[in-house]
């Protein structure tokens, strides 16, 4: 507060009330003690000139507070920009003239052309973000804007234009912020639920209008042809398998994402749900010509969900028969190692020695409905969903996994799970 500010206080004014009506008892006092007025006219003196004065200093605190807008407004640059600055968004204040008052880090990465006393419309080359700070200074109302960038990456904002008026006796808003939120991740997100919607029906519709092709035909042409319907009831049976693995696999795909937050807490050890995968797939390994060995010694225990860690492993092994049977070898290790943070975790590879992946497709391979060769994962039976649901599930348990793979010479995906810590090391029997 300054000085001139000091002396305009609620205090002061006080004080100089006190001092006037003192000064104003004493005159009149006297003058009715040496008998120059009656009693009733010094009264009445005295009453006019308290009021008078009490009035005056009403006036005077009245003017002062009316005037402060203006020293504020003079003076409200450095607050301003602090409270700019402390906010994550990027936020632009800019004056009536479409100035800008002061920006934040943020707004200045965001348009690093922008710069203070210059009007934004020079760097923010957008006409619907200008009509709208028109329009929010004209109407006194906010407004909100959306708009896209395309280079470098696409990405999208919502602007908040919100009229200030730094005082309430101001008819006229002084000051405007711009407050932009990125809608992009937003965005990003309704874009793969679109996807994932359109690619889930586009799964089931295949199967589904065979099916209906089949029935038809049962029903029609070959309504006594006992040939065709023992040729067409495998096939149409194979394709209504299909369309249960794929509702399964949506099924536990959701199910997982609705407990993606709760990290699961029982210790289980990791050999025996890896033996009992290795066994339970023997029938196809022996179908494909596929020997698969397990390399475990000690219990591997880690906080997890049995039923989940076992669709993990089911879904590496499947796919090292299926899609590297050519190899003729899976060979399934568990170890431990030290995480990049430095705690202990399990590690289980499986590896194949079929045709491997090309390294375009790698960073692809755990989205929904990726494929390397469509056709392919149909012939085997694939859904498409099989590593989506395993980077869900060790997203769930805080691991991850890596894919190493040399076309021609096989791929090797290794599992990386945070050690049980509050167990001892046990031999596996
Ligand atoms: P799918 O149901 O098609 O098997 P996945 O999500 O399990 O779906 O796998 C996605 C794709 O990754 C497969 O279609 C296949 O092209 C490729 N893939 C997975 N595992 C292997 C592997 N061991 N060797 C070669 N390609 C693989």
């Given at each position: 507060m300054s000085l001139n500010e000091a002396g305009r206080s609620p205090a002061n004014s006080r004080w100089r009330n006190r001092v006037v009506i003192v000064a104003a008892a004493i005159v009149f006092g006297g003058f009715v003690a040496v008998g120059a007025i009656s009693p009733g006219y010094g009264l009445l003196g005295f009453v006019i000139l308290v009021l008078a004065a009490l009035l005056a200093n009403r006036a005077t605190e009245e003017a002062v507070r009316l005037a402060r807008p203006v020293a504020v407004a003079e003076r409200s640059g450095e607050p301003l920009e602090a409270v700019i600055a402390g906010v994550p968004d990027p936020v632009i204040a800019l004056d009536r003239n479409g100035r800008v008052l002061t920006l934040n880090e943020s707004a200045r990465s965001l348009a690093p052309a922008l710069r203070q006393g210059e009007p934004v419309s020079l760097a923010l080359r957008m006409p619907e973000l200008i009509e709208a700070i028109g329009r929010a200074y004209a109407t006194g109302d906010e407004q909100r804007v959306e708009y896209s960038e395309r280079v470098p990456v696409d990405r999208w904002f919502e602007v908040i234009v919100k009229p200030v008026?730094?005082?309430?006796?101001?008819?006229?808003?002084?000051l405007v912020l711009m407050t932009f939120h990125d809608l992009t991740p937003l965005r990003r997100v309704e874009e793969m639920r679109a996807d994932f919607v359109a690619n889930a029906s586009h799964e089931l519709r295949t199967p589904l209008a065979a099916l209906s092709g089949f029935i038809e035909t049962l029903q029609g042409?070959?309504?006594?042809?006992a040939k065709a319907r023992e040729r067409f009831l495998p096939i149409m049976q194979e394709q209504a398998r299909r369309m249960a693995r794929l509702i399964d696999d949506l099924l536990s795909l959701s199910r997982i994402e609705l407990n993606a937050h709760r990290r699961p807490d029982t210790p289980v050890d990791l050999v025996p749900i890896v033996r009992q995968v290795a066994d339970g797939l023997q029938t196809l390994a022996r179908d494909r010509g596929v020997t698969v060995t397990v390399d475990a010694a000690n219990a591997v225990r880690v906080p997890g969900d049995r039923d989940e860690l076992v669709r993990v492993f089911e879904n590496l092994v499947e796919n090292a028969l299926k899609?590297?049977?050519?190899?003729r070898r899976v060979d399934i290790g568990l170890g431990r190692g030290q995480s990049p943070e430095g705690e202990q975790e399990a590690r289980i590879s499986v590896r194949d020695y079929g045709p491997g992946i090309a390294p375009e497709h790698v960073p692809r391979?755990?989205?929904?409905?990726?494929?390397?060769d469509v056709r392919e994962s149909r012939a085997q039976g694939?859904?498409?969903l099989g590593l989506a649901l395993v980077k869900h599930i060790l997203n769930r348990h805080h691991g991850r996994m890596s894919i190493e793979s040399m076309p021609g010479a096989g791929a090797t995906f290794t599992v990386y799970l945070l050690l049980d810590t509050t167990v001892t090391t046990e031999k596996t029997a």
């Open positions: 008026r730094r005082e309430p006796k101001l008819d006229m808003p002084d042409s070959a309504r006594d042809d899609y590297g049977a050519t190899g391979l755990t989205e929904r409905f990726y494929r390397v694939g859904t498409g």
